[in-house]
């Protein structure tokens, strides 16, 4: 069984939906039974529960399940704390870093942000724990343009900033293999790794509280994957519905934010079809493309423009229907 955790923090009830593009996009290019572990915490609602549910149910291919991990009971220790010091970061952010504890009984998983799709066989990426047997992560660097790291050279003679991070060695934590019976055997002497990324916040104030943390914390212990297991999409890729890449749209331009022309935008909104969200794909979309927040005005007018003469034509059409009719 393949174990894979996504993390929802959700008060306005909305990112729900794109956990469930990241379950039909696993499922649909997966033949092996998957196992999805959703850590959420009081602002799942009863409804998008039983949506991601649905996702699951309709796209899983048998021998798979969907379990809810409420995550309540370990972040009351930190929760508090995390607010003070991270305060523009969601609990959520925090939710992978108890995965050892909210998962004893599994030894390693997947981590995915809900901001990714997936399009290759997630096997192939679970393949990849057999040769981290030593190593209690793995995951991918964000700076391709620097060597790849000599996994030879002793720890204490590379050479990290203020923030305990290397040059070259930085990963991106929005996909992760973590291997989590390594982790829990930590768990003696350092404690959990959500009170310890917490600690490190409040010594350090990092830019990102639980991935510098990680890359910190890890600068030895991680094992680095291809890029294409977490590759930001750009217009260049052409076919990317033939790439079996995974996509995260880890910046600010996120496909329900803004229309940016990137095929692999288009991946997200064609697994949204394949969710009980899919009657949201057109008022989203059109809203993504007259967000004020990436346009500028005379694109944003324009746009309104566009739609605005796309509705009449609608209206002309009934009317005409009905006149026919008569």
């Given at each position: 069984?393949?174990?894979?955790?996504?993390?929802?923090?959700?008060?306005?009830?909305?990112?729900?939906?794109?956990?469930?593009?990241?379950?039909?996009?696993?499922?649909?290019?997966?033949?092996?039974?998957?196992?999805?572990?959703?850590?959420?915490?009081?602002?799942?609602?009863a409804e998008n529960r039983g949506k991601l549910e649905e996702v699951?149910?309709?796209?899983?291919?048998?021998?798979?399940?969907?379990?809810?991990?409420?995550?309540?009971?370990?972040?009351?220790?930190?929760?508090?704390?995390?607010?003070?010091?991270?305060?523009?970061?969601?609990?959520?952010?925090?939710?992978?870093?108890?995965?050892?504890?909210?998962?004893?009984?599994?030894?390693?998983?997947?981590?995915?942000?809900?901001?990714?799709?997936?399009?290759?066989?997630?096997?192939?990426?679970?393949?990849?724990?057999?040769?981290?047997?030593?190593?209690?992560?793995?995951?991918?660097?964000?700076?391709?343009?620097?060597?790849?790291?000599?996994?030879?050279?002793?720890?204490?003679?590379?050479?990290?900033?203020?923030?305990?991070?290397?040059?070259?060695?930085?990963?991106?934590?929005?996909?992760?293999?973590?291997?989590?019976?390594?982790?829990?055997?930590?768990?003696?002497?350092?404690?959990?790794?959500?009170?310890?990324?917490?600690?490190?916040?409040?010594?350090?104030?990092?830019?990102?509280?639980?991935?510098?943390?990680?890359?910190?914390?890890?600068?030895?212990?991680?094992?680095?994957?291809?890029?294409?297991?977490?590759?930001?999409?750009?217009?260049?890729?052409?076919?990317?519905?033939?790439?079996?890449?995974?996509?995260?749209?880890?910046?600010?331009?996120?496909?329900?934010?803004?229309?940016?022309?990137?095929?692999?935008?288009?991946?997200?909104?064609?697994?949204?079809?394949?969710?009980?969200?899919?009657?949201?794909?057109?008022?989203?979309?059109?809203?993504?493309?007259?967000?004020?927040?990436?346009?500028?005005?005379?694109?944003?007018?324009?746009?309104?423009?566009?739609?605005?003469?796309?509705?009449?034509?609608?209206?002309?059409?009934?009317?005409?229907?009905?006149?026919?009719?008569?």
């Open positions: 069984m393949i174990h894979i955790a996504l993390a929802i923090h959700d008060p306005n009830g909305t990112y729900a939906r794109h956990a469930g593009v990241v379950i039909a996009s696993v499922l649909r290019n997966t033949e092996n039974p998957v196992c999805f572990h959703i850590l959420h915490d009081e602002t799942m609602t699951f149910t309709v796209n899983d291919h048998g021998g798979g399940e969907i379990c809810f991990e409420d995550m309540a009971r370990y972040v009351e220790c930190w929760a508090a704390k995390f607010d003070t010091v991270c305060g523009r970061f969601t609990r959520g952010a925090m939710f992978r870093l108890c995965l050892p504890e909210a998962l004893h009984d599994v030894d390693y998983v997947i981590y995915l942000d809900c901001d990714v799709v997936v399009n290759l066989d997630i096997s192939v990426l679970w393949n990849e724990r057999i040769n981290m047997s030593d190593k209690a992560l793995a995951g991918v660097r964000e700076d391709f343009s620097s060597p790849e790291p000599d996994m030879s050279e002793p720890c204490e003679s590379i050479k990290t900033d203020k923030y305990g991070i290397a040059d070259g060695r930085y990963i991106n934590s929005g996909v992760l293999i973590m291997n989590l019976e390594r982790l829990r055997s930590e768990y003696a002497c350092k404690g959990s790794l959500a009170k310890r990324a917490v600690a490190y916040a409040e010594r350090c104030s990092p830019a990102y509280p639980d991935q510098d943390f990680l890359n910190a914390e890890y600068l030895c212990d991680i094992l680095y994957l291809s890029r294409r297991y977490n590759e930001v999409p750009v217009e260049d890729y052409k076919d990317v519905f033939h790439n079996e890449h995974i996509w995260h749209f880890f910046s600010k331009g996120k496909p329900w934010n803004v229309v940016r022309g990137s095929n692999a935008d288009m991946l997200y909104w064609q697994n949204l079809m394949h969710t009980p969200w899919r009657g949201e794909l057109v008022e989203s979309f059109y809203n993504a493309a007259v967000n004020g927040q990436y346009y500028h005005r005379h694109s944003r007018e324009c746009i309104d423009r566009l739609a605005r003469q796309l509705v009449e034509n609608i209206k002309n059409i009934k009317r005409t229907f009905k006149s026919n009719k008569r």
